[in-house]
């Protein structure tokens, strides 16, 4: 059993910053990919930014230059640092792990951007 906790959400003024933390507890012994995705109102979710166990990250073109993932290993802990944010990153953030054995979800956080 593996159990995502998010927090870090809230509302802040464009041009603002926020950082998202997730925390993965439970029967772990190495999570492969740890990452955000968000869904905006009337659209699909979508990938924000992702971290490998050996440091490997992808992201979102449009988010590039602006947020960055980092994770605690040890901490089984992932982060997202969001810096100079628009009205178009409002939406609810979701914490993902990927283990061997499956992928598992947190309950996801909201990002409030007002311009």
């Known amino acids: 059993q593996v159990q995502l906790v998010e927090s870090g959400g809230g509302l802040v003024q464009a041009g603002g910053s926020l950082r998202l933390s997730c925390v993965a507890s439970g029967i772990i012994f190495t999570i492969n990919k740890m990452g955000w995705y968000r869904q905006a109102p009337g659209k699909q979710r979508e990938l924000v930014a992702s971290m490998t166990s050996g440091g490997s990250t992808n992201y979102a073109d449009s988010v590039k230059g602006r947020f960055t993932i980092s994770r605690d290993n040890t901490k089984h802990t992932v982060y997202l640092q969001m810096n100079s944010l628009k009205p178009e990153d409002t939406a609810v953030y979701y914490c993902?792990?990927?283990?061997?054995?499956?992928?598992?979800w947190g309950k996801g956080t909201l990002v409030t951007v007002s311009s």
């Open positions: 993902n792990a990927d283990l061997l054995r499956g992928s598992y």
